[in-house]
């Protein structure tokens, strides 16, 4: 396709030309709602041989087609269940070198370029799943030695960095792990470029918050489950109550020390729902309330979550009470936040969207089957696997081929991977990638 035949209707998915999302073991994929593992590793191929490699071009070409099952997107995105699919986002102004990728880039976009002649505007990175906790929900395994994506890979994202209008750290504690404290002190972003954070709060002291000052746009949300010390602590593991609330509120701080400066700094909360702190909602709203910043409610993900998974299991539901009760405290506290609080739409969409969920359909299981099968299947994720199968299957109207499929995948890559770790490995070697506490 030339440059002067006309462009194709927008395509309702902008991941694949805009987005490069890396794991901890230097897997890379688009989104992350693929049912790929990967799309290139970073073992074999550096990062933009991945971007324009044949699995990329492949996804983008489907995707321009409107053809999401052979471009491997899982029947549950969001964005084609809602059918309002994920638009390219407007043009964010800076240096001349990053406005002129992202024009490129929604050319590209535009046309379905199977080849594309631009750089990923959203580098999404996980340089370690390293962490100092130990969350009920947490999808890590925590086997030991941890992954670490390799020191050339963080050399490639360095590269690749300059030109992206957002780059984000995520992964395991990213202000405790060296690959993450190693970027972030030789990253220099492009003038007009964003900077966000995905953190459990715990090591933001004045020195960290200081050396981020380098930063002049940033987004933080920080990981935070509970608002009351017994229900922070019986989720975060390991974290302990006093010392993160006390860095929010320093952070927060911060951030409107800093905006004198001009910089932005947008700090939010993000707190995953689940049996253990659904009764905690309205706590939530509160104490964002008070410091003025936003809170976002997601629901916890996982079918082997049993215990914690309101959303999927309907005895897990009912085993937390009055949970419509526990909906409409959280409704009224947000009717009863001061006038000026100028995050009331963003919660409340959260809290429906929490509502949504909590509505959907679930399945019960019997405590006698449950039993059976785990005298069968001893991983709390492989039988989640299977409990999953049956859902996608029964309630989400997937293929029965497409869902046996995907949990054969990810049961086997599992036992491989314990398999070639063996027994001797301690957690002497997974505790090496974190920086200790000061």
């Not at 750290?169 to 002190?185: C, I, Q, T, Y």
């Not at 490995?425 to 920086?435: I, K, Q, Y």
Request: charged share 25%.
């Amino acid at each position: 396709m030339t440059m002067n035949e006309p462009a194709k209707p927008t395509i309702p998915c902008k991941f694949p030309w805009d987005s490069a999302y890396i794991s901890p073991n230097g897997d890379v994929r688009h989104c992350c709602s693929t049912n790929l593992n990967r799309i290139g590793t970073l073992k074999e191929n550096t990062l933009e041989e991945i971007w324009n490699g044949p699995l990329y071009q492949k996804i983008r070409k489907h995707v321009a087609a409107g053809e999401f099952d052979k471009a491997f997107c899982s029947p549950t995105c969001e964005g084609l269940r809602s059918g309002e699919g994920y638009p390219w986002s407007p043009l964010q102004k800076g240096a001349p070198a990053m406005e002129a990728n992202q024009r490129r880039g929604e050319e590209n976009f535009r046309r379905g370029a199977e080849h594309a002649d631009h750089l990923p505007l959203h580098l999404c990175v996980e340089f370690s799943d390293a962490c100092n906790f130990r969350c009920v929900m947490c999808l890590y395994d925590f086997i030991p030695p941890y992954n670490s994506v390799p020191k050339d890979g963080v050399d490639q994202v360095l590269k690749m960095a300059k030109y992206a209008n957002r780059v984000a750290l995520m992964g395991g504690e990213v202000f405790a792990n060296k690959p993450d404290l190693r970027f972030l002190s030789e990253y220099d972003p492009p003038e007009g470029g964003r900077m966000g954070f995905i953190t459990n709060a715990s090591r933001l002291d004045d020195a960290m918050l200081e050396f981020l000052t380098k930063f002049k746009r940033i987004d933080m949300t920080i990981s935070i489950d509970g608002f009351t010390k017994e229900t922070f602590e019986k989720i975060r593991v390991r974290g302990r109550f006093e010392l993160v609330d006390a860095n929010i509120r320093r952070m927060v701080a911060k951030s409107h020390e800093v905006a004198a400066l001009g910089h932005a700094w947008n700090v939010r909360l993000g707190t995953v729902v689940m049996r253990s702190n659904l009764a905690d909602l309205a706590n939530a709203v509160r104490y964002a309330a008070a410091l003025g910043i936003a809170v976002e409610f997601g629901p916890v993900k996982g079918f082997h979550l049993i215990d914690e998974n309101i959303f999927i299991y309907q005895d897990t539901l009912e085993a937390t009470g009055d949970w419509r009760g526990h909906m409409a405290a959280a409704h009224k506290a947000l009717e009863e936040a001061p006038a000026d609080y100028a995050h009331k739409d963003v919660v409340a969409r959260g809290l429906n969207l929490i509502q949504e969920y909590l509505d959907r359909p679930k399945m019960r299981v019997y405590p006698g089957l449950r039993a059976a099968l785990k005298r069968l299947i001893r991983s709390d994720k492989d039988l989640g696997h299977v409990f999953g199968l049956y859902f996608d299957w029964r309630h989400e109207g997937v293929p029965l081929t497409t869902t046996v499929h995907y949990a054969t995948i990810k049961v086997m890559r599992r036992l491989s991977r314990k398999l070639a770790l063996g027994p001797k490995r301690t957690l002497a070697h997974a505790e090496a990638d974190v920086v200790p506490a000061p």
